[in-house]
């Protein structure tokens, strides 16, 4: 039995006038995404539905429609049997198809579609004949218009039938891409990486940078990054890493600037640096992970300072969430469990006993220019190591 998968326009999240070029970039992701996890498919557009075909049909059906259900952009999907417009044919490929889940169910409905109007019944004779088949074949059925187990639907096309199940559900949110690119500071924390997913949600294209400080930070800390961004890829797509060298930085800070402002000095370098890098990957925002009041470097003080030394706008999805809201999402993304293995980040190198709570700008930028080194800031944007995570 062919087994194919049905795009419908009403299951993609997009409306208005750019719906024509959002549904373009959904296409080419799920395509690129195909192609790289599973191989080639056909895409057939006709009737406000594309049709998702695999071109060798050995491939990992199952594998295609998770990584199809998990594409931001996608809200919900039908994979269904592809058959001959035979009434006879129709009624025996819902049986073999979805026997199985109809064993299990206690009610269903059958639902026809004719776009093909030339086809001989019309779509109320298709839903009765379909579904007194079934009823005579599975005798524990009842049927239930309104909310039944199983919807049965059964589409007359063109070119083929097709019949399905139950809408399965998709990620949601908008095309990776549509929004344009935006840079997330990455660290190895529950955080960050729930708010480069939140970001990627609403359609922006990810470039990653991660600060490591060896021999301060292992390269398991570093791994556990790469980890983390490959769940988030699940949903985005690729995301561009950079990992910068931060040791000499870090040092020049501890040895420079006043113990008590010695993480917004740091934090204020993670932003310029990140800054230029997301400058280099044509973004237009950064993404952190920071949350007010979390930590002393993330009161609203200590933010207008690291915002100041900001060169793009910087997007704090989870500004105001409590951290078992945000643990919520990292569980849901399957990001939770590598979070929380013990590695260090550079974040908990050298932090000072009694960070200032209040700094002020002038303070922050003060503190920064005593520890600021040209040449090291420029090294470490050039050296920083490029990862592509899919
Ligand atoms: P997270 O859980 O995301 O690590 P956190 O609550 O531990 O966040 P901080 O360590 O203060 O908070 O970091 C705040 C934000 O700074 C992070 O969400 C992240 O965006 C960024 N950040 C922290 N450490 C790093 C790092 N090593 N490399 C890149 N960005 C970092
Ligand atoms: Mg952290």
């Known amino acids: 039995m062919k087994e ?17 070029t959002f549904e373009d970039i959904l296409i080419k992701n799920i395509r690129t995404r ?25 491939v990992d059906f199952e594998k295609a429609v998770d990584i199809i259900q998990h594409i931001f952009g996608v809200v919900g999907i039908s994979r269904a049997a592809q058959c001959e417009k035979n009434i006879e044919i129709i009624k025996q490929t819902a049986l073999e198809y979805l026997g199985d889940d109809l064993a299990f169910a206690r009610t269903f409905k059958v639902d026809a579609k004719r776009s093909d109007k030339k086809f001989p019944m019309t779509s109320p004779e298709i839903c009765n004949e379909v579904g007194g088949f079934l009823l005579s074949k599975f005798h524990h059925l009842k049927v239930d218009v309104h909310n039944p187990d199983i919807k049965v639907t059964v589409e007359i096309r063109d070119n083929h039938a097709f019949v399905h199940g139950n809408q399965l559900k998709g990620a949601g949110g908008m095309p990776t891409g549509s929004g344009g690119n935006a840079c997330v500071l990455i660290s190895g924390g529950i955080d960050s990486p729930v708010a480069a997913w939140m970001m990627a949600k609403r359609g922006l294209k990810l470039t990653a940078v991660h600060f490591a400080s060896p021999p301060y930070t292992s390269q398991r800390a570093e791994m556990k990054v790469h980890e983390l961004l490959k769940k988030v890829a699940k949903y985005s797509g690729r995301i561009d890493l950079y990992t910068v060298h931060f040791t000499e930085l870090q040092e020049r ?60 706008p910087v997007f704090r999805p989870c500004i105001g969430m409590d951290k078992n809201e945000i643990i919520e999402i990292s569980r849901k993304i399957d990001t939770f469990d590598i979070s929380i293995e013990p590695y260090e980040d ?28 040209d040449e090291l800031v420029k090294t470490a944007i050039d050296s920083a190591v490029h990862t592509a995570i899919f």
Request: aromatic share 4%; net charge neutral; with cysteine.
């Open 4 to 20: 194919i998968i049905l795009l419908k326009d009403g299951e993609l999240a997009l409306k208005g006038l750019n719906r024509r």
């Open 253 to 312: 800070i501890r040895d420079n600037s006043p113990e008590d402002m010695f993480t917004i000095t740091m934090r204020r370098l993670m932003m310029k640096i990140a800054s230029e890098i997301a400058e280099r990957n044509d973004c237009n925002a950064l993404i952190t992970g920071e949350s007010v009041g979390q930590v002393a470097s993330q009161t609203m003080w200590a933010l207008r300072c690291t915002d100041d030394a900001a060169q793009l």
């Open 346 to 373: 550079c974040c908990t190198v050298f932090t000072p006993k009694h960070p200032k709570t209040k700094p002020t700008v002038e303070m922050a930028r003060t503190a920064e220019a005593a520890a600021w080194d």
């Open 34 to 58: 195909l192609r790289h996890s599973v191989g080639e498919f056909k895409f057939i557009r006709a009737q406000s539905t594309t049709v998702i075909e695999p071109v060798d049909e050995s």
